[in-house]
């Protein structure tokens, strides 16, 4: 069984910052992409940051520059360092991550339970 959990969200004035972090744990035999997704409220889920297993990175054009994902392989861990929040940056953020459990299985994506985002104008 694997778990993404996911922390750090929170509520946050208009320019301010926030740290996600995610750890995912249990029988994982190896990692590919992690990353985060947001959905807003009406909206669709849509992909915020991306990270592999090299460390290559790739950012929605709403977030660049303002977004860091980093990784940490030997800890199962990805954060998103959130700079100069924007209002429309509101949103539940979901952790993701492409992994194999058994070098039998093929990958599949697991999610977090979400975190929610909210900045304030």
């Known amino acids: 069984q694997v778990q993404l959990v996911e922390s750090g969200g929170g509520s946050v004035q208009a320019g301010g910052s926030l740290r996600l972090s995610c750890t995912a744990s249990?029988?994982?035999?190896?990692?590919?992409?992690m990353g985060w997704y947001r959905q807003a409220p009406g909206k669709q889920r849509e992909l915020v940051a991306v990270?592999?297993?090299?460390?290559?990175?790739n950012y929605a054009e709403s977030v660049k520059g303002r977004f860091t994902i980093s990784r940490d392989n030997a800890k199962n861990t990805i954060d998103l360092q959130m700079n100069s929040l924007k209002p429309e940056d509101t949103a539940v953020y979901y952790c993701?991550?492409?992994?194999?459990?058994?070098?039998?299985?093929?990958?599949?994506?697991?999610w977090g339970q979400g975190t929610q985002v909210t900045v304030s104008s």
């Open positions: 249990g029988s994982i035999f190896w990692i590919n992409d």
């Open positions: 990270i592999s297993s090299g460390g290559s990175s």
């Open positions: 993701n991550a492409r992994l194999r459990i058994s070098v039998f299985r093929s990958e599949n994506d697991y």
